[in-house]
């Protein structure tokens, strides 16, 4: 199945700073990238998300980039606010028949300090 | 205001007993879907069903089981069965998805489920 890999597990910047998160994934076949913010004890909230016939999507102060060929993703959020400070989670949608089964990373604790 | 709900937010149990844990949307989606999140983990796919009476197993179905007699329903039931129950339980739900193109998993808000 799916595996999806998720770096670093804790990042820290200052106010203004960008920050960039990465994930691999190891099925060729997955076709959708999801990225969700999750704050303390709610449930996770989709920010932007990309297909695999899309190399780069951007919205606003967040950006994600593709490459299909080295499989994979990473998150870009620029001139970063304290609000942006969560946990961040990649995903990967296989192919096929397996519908809607999205596989997660490990997630990313993004502190934004003032 | 369309959305999930999950109730109660904070559930305790004793070691033994089943519990149910309710999920309720009002999106009008087909699809809906369990995640259990752990300390330091990802989300993992427990069951998800595609339409009203069928359900699939996701990655760590052993010690769970659900219905889905309602399209807006999707009640999660954790067993005795499960050796490690205590976790965040996560519901999810989107439309349903023709020759698979993807649609967006909009999630509630959770439960936190201690057994003790």
């Known amino acids: 199945g799916e595996n999806v890999e998720q770096h670093p597990s804790t990042l820290s910047v200052q106010e203004g700073d960008s920050a960039v998160i990465k994930c691999t994934y190891s099925?060729?076949?997955?076709?959708?990238f999801p990225w969700y913010k999750q704050e303390l004890g709610k449930g996770p909230q989709l920010i932007i998300d990309?297909?695999?016939?899309?190399g780069e999507k951007k919205d606003q102060r967040i950006a994600v980039t593709l490459n299909k060929t080295a499989k994979h993703f990473s998150l870009h959020i620029t001139e970063t606010q304290p609000e942006d400070s969560a946990v961040y989670f990649c995903?990967?949608?296989?192919?096929?028949?397996?519908?809607?089964?999205?596989?997660f990373g490990q997630g990313t604790i993004l502190t934004v300090h003032p | 205001d369309g959305g999930i709900t999950q109730s109660p937010k904070y559930l305790f149990r004793k070691e033994g007993q089943n519990v149910t844990l309710s999920c309720e949307q009002n999106?009008?989606?087909?699809?809906m879907y369990w995640y259990r999140q752990d300390p330091g983990q990802g989300l993992r796919l427990i069951y998800y069903?595609?339409?009203?009476?069928?359900?699939q197993k996701g990655d760590i179905a052993e010690g769970y089981s659900v219905s889905r007699e309602k399209k807006e329903s999707f009640p999660l039931t954790v067993t005795s069965a499960q050796k490690n129950p205590t976790a965040f339980y996560l519901c999810?739900?989107?439309?349903?998805?023709?020759?698979?193109?993807?649609?967006?998993?909009?999630f509630g808000p959770g439960t936190r489920l201690t057994v003790t």
């Open positions: 990309i297909r695999s016939n899309v």
């Open positions: 099925d060729s076949a997955s076709n959708y």
């Open positions: 999106l009008n989606h087909d699809a």
């Open positions: 995903a990967a949608r296989a192919g096929g028949t397996s519908y809607g089964k999205l596989t």
């Open positions: 069903s595609q339409i009203v009476n069928d359900f």
């Open positions: 999810a739900s989107s439309k349903y998805e023709y020759a698979g193109a993807p649609y967006e998993q909009y």
